[in-house]
């Protein structure tokens, strides 16, 4: 069965701190990883995603994120946050075109000054 | 590019009225659609498959007659929610298929049935 999981409901780090995010998937087939980052009462933005290629992917607002098939993982990381950064973080595999998405609970992050 | 356009933004209803929400793909063709919906502190759940031209595909537990979806042409597709009560206030958010393996979302609308 298709199905993502972010084990951290929760996560607060400090400004400047870096933070990792997990996410583990289970898919039936070649997997397409995405991770999407939603602002309160705002739809969901696109941070970067995986196809193939280069396992270690860089995404925007200095986000990144390793796709490790041995483990099902696909982390997303950031070597220092900002403020800015706290948000809902979801996780997402997908396969080709016209599947649907299946989605992570989600990871809320809280940035403290 | 492969920008989605959804409107309103956010929409406050009475009881018992329908409310259309809109997604419309501006530059580019969207065969496939998909809806989701999204309780508070939830994750996206997936409502329905719309495909241009043909009955859209509900997940298991979605009423199909209270959620209509139409995707008459390939920019456009529709989610109206009929007889809406306040258990159906929520967000709802749209994505389209492009391209090779590219999705985009819509930015969402957060629905609020009084």
């Known amino acids: 069965a298709q199905s993502v999981t972010q084990p951290d409901i929760h996560i607060t780090v400090s400004e400047g701190a870096s933070l990792e995010l997990r996410c583990n998937y289970s898919?039936?087939?070649?997997?397409?990883l995405f991770w999407y980052v939603q602002s309160p009462g705002q739809g969901l933005q696109l941070l970067l995603k995986?196809?193939?290629?280069?396992?270690l992917v860089q995404g925007i607002k200095g986000f990144e994120a390793e796709f490790k098939r041995s483990q099902s993982s696909f982390n997303l990381r950031k070597p220092s946050v900002h403020w800015s950064d706290a948000a809902e973080y979801f996780c997402?595999?997908?396969?080709?075109?016209?599947?649907?998405?299946?989605f992570g609970t989600g990871t809320s992050l809280t940035v403290i000054p | 590019g492969a920008v989605v356009s959804q409107h309103p933004s956010r929409v406050i209803c009475k009881s018992g009225t329908s409310v259309k929400i809109e997604c419309r793909s501006l530059?580019?063709?969207?065969?496939?659609m998909f809806w989701y919906r999204q309780f508070p502190k939830q994750s996206l759940m997936l409502m329905a498959t719309?495909?241009?031209?043909?009955?859209?595909?509900?997940e298991q537990g979605v009423e199909k007659d209270k959620f209509l979806i139409n995707h008459a042409s390939l920019t456009l597709s529709t989610l109206t929610v009929t007889s809406a009560h306040p258990e159906d206030s929520s967000f709802y958010i749209c994505?389209?298929?492009?391209?090779?393996?590219?999705?985009?979302f819509g930015s969402g609308t957060r629905l609020t049935v009084v």
């Open positions: 994505s389209a298929v492009v391209g090779g393996h590219g999705y985009t």
């Open positions: 898919y039936g087939a070649t997997p397409y």
């Open positions: 995986y196809f193939s290629g280069d396992t």
């Open positions: 997402a595999v997908g396969g080709d075109t016209g599947n649907q998405f299946y």
């Open positions: 530059d580019f063709q969207a065969t496939t």
């Open positions: 719309s495909n241009e031209g043909s009955k859209a595909t509900y």
